[in-house]
């Protein structure tokens, strides 16, 4: 086991560990009240009240990078959770079915890959309004098309396989098969996709609120952090310099995991690397 | 030898500095927000007056920096006794930029044109009041009023009341074709738009400028950044109030903070629950801290409001005391209201102004017990919904025209407040034509609006102008939306 040990997965799982603790931490603890105003103690640099300083209405750098980071993990779970389970059903279901409707569903995937994520956001976000959940949909929707060609790919190799040819010769049904075979052997590469594609959504999650698509004030986001700091960049460059530092830490972290994990569940990989 | 060589050497080297410097007159201008179109007579977009008005098109009469109408393309007027007949006398030998000879035929037409069943003027306000156009000659114009009109100079001033020639309607939009002393040269959609020096304008010899370019810049950032590049001579409407200080700092550029005529107000939809009761609107007045606010959203360049006038008209009272910063009033003025603790929808106009107030006005809120959902929409969005659906709770918005307090008189308003006393009154205020008469008359609507609370009176908002040293002449303020380039010179 101690060959997996490699640095990716220690620093990879660290970060991770880090940005959710403190995620986690935000929901019962931070140091202040993260949408308190003090607009007389703007600015302030670090000190042992503000540990990173106070924003330009005054309120507590740390708290908001932390009450953030809920949002963003938030975000970023329920979207990929709710995109993978419905691109694993629909991977599993073209890759049982075959023939027209593997086809079909195939090529809605390759035209959900096609179709930009930030219009269908703004698209959204038009009809409904702006929020938080307008940022999960569309990464949730984004998320779908990756699922099912992932599952579908894996779940052929499944079926070809001597134990699923034994359990239809049993007169197993195809989804009950699915259910029972194919799922459980499909999981790993899907857990890793997750992992990578909980990556991806925190720095889409991190884009759509930049461009005040996502959170809405006085729910502090990563994304609107950098925004509202761009034009301070010359006058406080810290207050730009923290969000970007951790959308690099939980996007590196999950980043960093995701191909660690890949490496340890992929032994093709791990051998071919050691040859 | 050697003495008498060192002065002819200096000379010869201050001829050479002065050289490149003297042949500068063009200059590199940044502006915030593109219009769609150049007309000011089709669409009500304050950038295309600020553009046009004064540069490309002139007016009968002309507003200058301090406010005070001057001679514009009437050279000068008599107004009769009574105050309702008007005889312009049109300047001769001007001559609109496509070479048509301009006359009393002008201005009967753009009249007509905007005082139309079908015309599309989005200040139609300005012709109301007229009851006939008469040509006396070639160069005499006599307009006649239905009832005397205090304003009706100062309106004449305004892009929308633009004197243009019937060739050239149908294309002034992409190429508009005026009078004024400078001409349209090009437009690059998204990026920049060029004018040119008008050699033919009456007061050619004292425009300093030979080309004029402005540059579409929305973002505030980048807009400093072009600045600090030196891509840009000036910047008079500069968005970000946090950089003023930055570019105060630095010996290569002057700032100068003015006053526009934008009231900012926290605006109350006073046609549905909760703000049809007074009780909620006072509550509201008493939660703003001004002072916060325009520090925390202006970075202090704002003066506070406590009515719907400007701090620098002749006419301001102030009534800070009416409603002065007290969230426990406000608390408990909500709870008699009987909403304390409900949750109210701010939809904010989406500009930095806009925005930032938004927070701060959330949490004031908060500080009274009430929650306020922030929804940030877009400009088309703000319009459709809020401006003409008067789907809103609370908004907040600059209101840039001058002279606006007739806005309460308003049918069908999208600040819903509906008071005859007050159409009464500005009825009073409008066909008054003295002054002192009149500014007590001002003064009385002032009050009334505040006392009955229909919005929040935040602060007017602020005229920033960032501009490269050397470059002078621009407006310090904005009493009427214009932005004349005749005057300015570049070092």
Same mark, same amino acid.
């Given at each position: 086991?101690?060959?997996?040990?490699?640095?990716?997965?220690?620093?990879?799982?660290?970060?991770?560990? /880090?940005? @959710?603790?403190?995620?986690?931490?935000?929901?019962?603890?931070?140091?202040?009240?993260?949408?308190?105003?003090?607009?007389?103690? !703007?600015?302030?640099?670090?000190?042992?009240?503000?540990?990173?300083?106070?924003?330009?209405?005054? !309120?507590?750098? @740390?708290?908001?990078?932390? @009450?953030?980071?809920?949002?963003?993990?938030?975000?970023?779970?329920?979207?990929?959770?709710?995109?993978?389970?419905?691109?694993?059903?629909?991977?599993l279901l073209?890759s049982a079915l075959g023939?027209?409707v593997?086809?079909?569903?195939? !090529?809605?995937?390759?035209?959900? /890959?096609?179709?930009?994520?930030?219009? /269908?956001?703004?698209?959204?976000?038009?009809?409904?309004?702006?929020?938080?959940?307008?940022? @999960?949909?569309?990464?949730? /929707?984004?998320?779908?098309?990756?699922?099912?060609?992932? #599952?579908?790919?894996?779940a052929?190799?499944?079926w070809?396989?001597?134990?699923v040819?034994?359990a239809r010769?049993?007169?197993q049904g195809r989804f009950a098969i699915s259910r029972d075979h194919i799922?459980?052997?499909?999981?790993?590469?899907?857990?890793?996709?997750?992992?990578?594609?909980?990556?991806?959504?925190?720095?889409?999650?991190?884009?759509?609120?930049?461009?005040? *698509?996502?959170?809405?004030?006085?729910?502090?986001?990563?994304?609107?952090?950098?925004?509202?700091?761009?034009?301070?960049?010359?006058?406080?460059?810290?207050?730009?310099?923290?969000?970007? *530092?951790?959308?690099?830490?939980?996007?590196?972290?999950?980043?960093?995991?995701?191909?660690?994990?890949?490496?340890? #569940?992929?032994?093709?990989? #791990?051998?071919? !690397?050691?040859? | 030898?050697?003495?008498?060589?060192?002065?002819?050497?200096?000379?010869?080297?201050?001829?050479?500095?002065?050289?490149?410097?003297?042949?500068?007159?063009?200059?590199?201008?940044?502006?915030? +927000?593109?219009?769609?179109?150049?007309?000011?007579?089709?669409?009500?977009?304050?950038?295309?007056?600020?553009?046009?008005?004064?540069?490309?098109?002139?007016?009968?009469?002309?507003?200058?920096?301090?406010?005070?109408?001057?001679?514009?393309?009437?050279?000068?007027?008599?107004?009769?006794?009574?105050?309702?007949?008007?005889? &312009?006398?049109?300047? +001769?030998?001007?001559?609109?930029?496509?070479?048509?000879?301009?006359?009393?035929?002008?201005?009967?037409?753009?009249?007509?044109?905007?005082?139309?069943?079908?015309?599309?003027?989005?200040?139609?306000?300005? &012709?109301?009041?007229?009851?006939?156009?008469?040509?006396?000659?070639?160069?005499?114009?006599?307009?006649?009023?239905?009832?005397?009109?205090?304003?009706?100079?100062?309106?004449?001033?305004?892009?929308?009341?633009?004197?243009?020639?019937?060739?050239?309607?149908?294309?002034?939009?992409?190429?508009?074709?005026?009078?004024?002393?400078?001409?349209?040269?090009?437009?690059?959609?998204?990026?920049?738009?060029?004018?040119?020096?008008?050699?033919?304008?009456?007061?050619?010899?004292?425009?300093?400028?030979?080309?004029?370019?402005?540059?579409?810049?929305?973002?505030?950032?980048?807009?400093?950044?072009?600045?600090?590049?030196?891509?840009?001579?000036?910047?008079?409407?500069?968005?970000?109030?946090?950089? $003023?200080?930055? &570019?105060?700092?630095?010996?290569?550029?002057?700032?100068? $903070?003015?006053?526009?005529?934008?009231?900012?107000?926290?605006?109350?939809?006073?046609?549905?629950?909760?703000?049809?009761?007074?009780?909620?609107? +006072?509550?509201?007045?008493?939660?703003?801290?001004?002072?916060?606010?325009?520090?925390?959203?202006?970075?202090?360049?704002?003066?506070?409001?406590?009515?719907?006038?400007?701090?620098?008209?002749?006419?301001?009272?102030?009534?800070?005391?009416?409603?002065?910063?007290?969230?426990?009033?406000?608390?408990?003025?909500?709870?008699?209201?009987?909403?304390?603790?409900?949750?109210?929808?701010?939809?904010? $106009?989406?500009?930095?102004?806009?925005?930032?107030?938004?927070?701060?006005?959330?949490?004031?809120?908060?500080?009274?017990?009430?929650?306020?959902?922030?929804?940030?929409?877009?400009?088309?969005?703000?319009?459709?919904? $809020?401006?003409?659906?008067?789907?809103?709770?609370?908004?907040?918005?600059?209101?840039?025209?001058?002279?606006?307090?007739?806005? &309460?008189?308003?049918?069908?308003?999208?600040?819903?407040?509906?008071?005859?006393?007050?159409?009464?009154?500005?009825?009073?205020?409008?066909?008054?034509?003295?002054?002192?008469?009149?500014?007590?008359?001002? +003064?009385?609507?002032?009050?009334?609006?505040?006392?009955?609370?229909?919005?929040?009176?935040?602060?007017?908002?602020?005229?920033?102008?960032?501009?490269?040293?050397?470059?002078?002449?621009?407006?310090?303020?904005?009493?009427?939306?214009?932005?004349?380039?005749?005057?300015?010179?570049?070092?």
């Amino acid at each position: 086991m101690s060959r997996h040990l490699t640095p990716n997965l220690v620093l990879g799982a660290v970060l991770v560990a /880090f940005v @959710v603790g403190v995620a986690a931490l935000s929901l019962v603890w931070t140091p202040h009240d993260h949408a308190a105003m003090n607009i007389r103690a !703007r600015f302030a640099p670090a000190s042992d009240i503000h540990w990173l300083g106070t924003d330009q209405l005054g !309120r507590d750098v @740390v708290s908001q990078l932390m @009450v953030a980071a809920r949002n963003s993990m938030t975000v970023a779970l329920i979207a990929v959770l709710m995109g993978g389970s419905i691109g694993v059903a629909f991977g599993l279901l073209a890759s049982a079915l075959g023939g027209w409707v593997e086809d079909l569903i195939m !090529r809605v995937a390759d035209i959900g /890959f096609a179709f930009p994520a930030l219009l /269908f956001a703004i698209m959204l976000s038009a009809v409904f309004g702006p929020s938080l959940w307008v940022a @999960v949909f569309a990464i949730a /929707f984004i998320n779908i098309p990756v699922f099912a060609r992932v #599952t579908r790919g894996a779940a052929n190799v499944i079926w070809t396989r001597d134990y699923v040819a034994a359990a239809r010769a049993a007169g197993q049904g195809r989804f009950a098969i699915s259910r029972d075979h194919i799922l459980p052997n499909v999981a790993a590469p899907v857990i890793v996709q997750a992992t990578i594609e909980f990556a991806i959504a925190i720095l889409a999650e991190a884009a759509l609120s930049y461009l005040g *698509l996502g959170a809405q004030p006085p729910s502090p986001s990563w994304g609107r952090m950098l925004s509202e700091a761009q034009t301070l960049m010359f006058m406080a460059p810290q207050l730009a310099i923290y969000p970007g *530092l951790c959308i690099m830490a939980a996007v590196l972290g999950f980043s960093l995991l995701g191909d660690a994990l890949r490496d340890i #569940t992929d032994p093709r990989l #791990t051998r071919s !690397r050691q040859a | 030898m050697r003495l008498t060589a060192a002065p002819a050497l200096l000379a010869a080297l201050a001829l050479a500095l002065a050289a490149p410097a003297a042949a500068q007159t063009r200059i590199s201008i940044g502006i915030q +927000q593109e219009p769609t179109a150049l007309d000011p007579t089709i669409e009500a977009t304050a950038a295309i007056n600020v553009m046009v008005t004064q540069n490309i098109f002139e007016t009968l009469t002309r507003v200058d920096r301090s406010g005070a109408v001057q001679p514009g393309l009437a050279e000068s007027w008599e107004i009769s006794d009574d105050g309702r007949t008007y005889r &312009f006398h049109l300047h +001769q030998g001007v001559a609109f930029h496509d070479g048509t000879p301009f006359t009393a035929d002008h201005v009967l037409f753009s009249f007509e044109r905007a005082m139309a069943e079908d015309s599309t003027n989005p200040r139609r306000i300005i &012709f109301d009041p007229i009851e006939s156009v008469e040509m006396i000659d070639e160069h005499t114009v006599e307009i006649t009023l239905a009832r005397p009109e205090a304003f009706f100079l100062f309106e004449l001033a305004r892009g929308p009341a633009i004197i243009v020639t019937p060739e050239t309607v149908e294309t002034n939009a992409t190429r508009p074709v005026g009078t004024g002393p400078f001409m349209f040269d090009a437009w690059t959609r998204g990026d920049r738009l060029r004018f040119v020096k008008n050699p033919g304008h009456r007061n050619a010899d004292e425009v300093a400028l030979d080309m004029v370019e402005f540059r579409f810049i929305a973002d505030p950032a980048a807009a400093a950044a072009a600045l600090l590049a030196g891509e840009l001579d000036a910047f008079p409407g500069f968005p970000a109030p946090e950089l $003023v200080a930055q &570019f105060e700092a630095d010996p290569r550029f002057t700032v100068q $903070v003015g006053t526009t005529e934008g009231e900012v107000i926290l605006a109350m939809n006073n046609a549905r629950p909760p703000f049809d009761d007074i009780r909620a609107r +006072q509550a509201v007045s008493h939660a703003i801290n001004r002072e916060e606010l325009i520090e925390g959203a202006m970075y202090g360049l704002a003066v506070p409001i406590s009515s719907f006038y400007p701090p620098h008209g002749p006419a301001f009272v102030d009534l800070s005391d009416l409603y002065p910063h007290d969230p426990d009033r406000a608390r408990a003025l909500f709870e008699e209201a009987g909403i304390l603790g409900d949750t109210l929808t701010l939809r904010p $106009v989406p500009f930095p102004y806009g925005t930032r107030s938004a927070e701060i006005i959330q949490a004031q809120l908060g500080a009274a017990g009430m929650n306020v959902r922030i929804e940030n929409v877009e400009w088309g969005f703000w319009l459709e919904e $809020v401006f003409r659906n008067h789907n809103y709770d609370l908004t907040i918005v600059a209101h840039t025209e001058s002279n606006d307090l007739g806005n &309460f008189a308003r049918d069908s308003y999208y600040w819903g407040y509906d008071s005859d006393a007050f159409r009464e009154l500005w009825e009073a205020i409008r066909t008054e034509t003295d002054d002192e008469a009149r500014i007590a008359l001002l +003064q009385d609507a002032q009050r009334m609006v505040s006392e009955e609370a229909v919005l929040g009176y935040l602060f007017q908002l602020p005229l920033i102008g960032i501009f490269r040293d050397g470059v002078e002449g621009f407006w310090d303020s904005q009493p009427t939306l214009a932005l004349p380039l005749a005057e300015v010179t570049v070092r």
